[in-house]
């Protein structure tokens, strides 16, 4: 079992940047795949990016690529996504999630997922 906690969101213009942070407990940390997700009003949760398990690679939507870039920390349990040039269309609530499958390459749908936090909401002003 892990708990997630997520932080760092907030209101931001457009063309800023902001981080999120995901502090796991639990078990170790490194035993998991993590991920990003986010969820607009209205829209369906979405992959943003993500760690495969061991963190051998990472993976974005399309949508982020080249924006955010995602990130981890052992030794501090934690993992990051630091979004830059924000655009309105980036606002939602962001996830943090884990997943115990072991896989090579990066898992990037929701039920692949046995993890979540509770979200931290980013909204980017136009």
């Known amino acids: 079992q892990v708990q997630l906690v997520e932080s760092g969101g907030g209101l931001v213009q457009a063309g800023g940047s902001l981080r999120l942070s995901c502090a796991a407990s639990?078990?170790?940390?490194?035993?998991?795949?993590m991920g990003w997700f986010r969820q607009a009003p209205g829209k369906e949760r979405e992959f943003v990016a993500a760690?495969?398990?061991?963190?051998?690679?990472?993976d974005y939507a399309d949508s982020v690529k080249g924006r955010f870039t995602v990130s981890r920390d052992n030794a501090k349990n934690t993992v990051y996504l630091q979004m830059n040039s924000l655009k309105p269309e980036d606002t939602a609530v962001y996830y943090c999630?884990?997943?115990?499958?072991?896989?090579?390459?990066?898992?990037?749908?929701?039920?692949?997922?046995?993890?979540w936090g509770q979200g931290t909401q980013v909204t980017v002003s136009s």
């Open positions: 639990g078990r170790t940390f490194s035993d998991y795949g």
């Open positions: 760690f495969s398990w061991g963190a051998i690679t990472t």
């Open positions: 999630a884990a997943t115990s499958i072991v896989s090579p390459v990066v898992l990037s749908t929701i039920r692949q997922y046995n993890y």
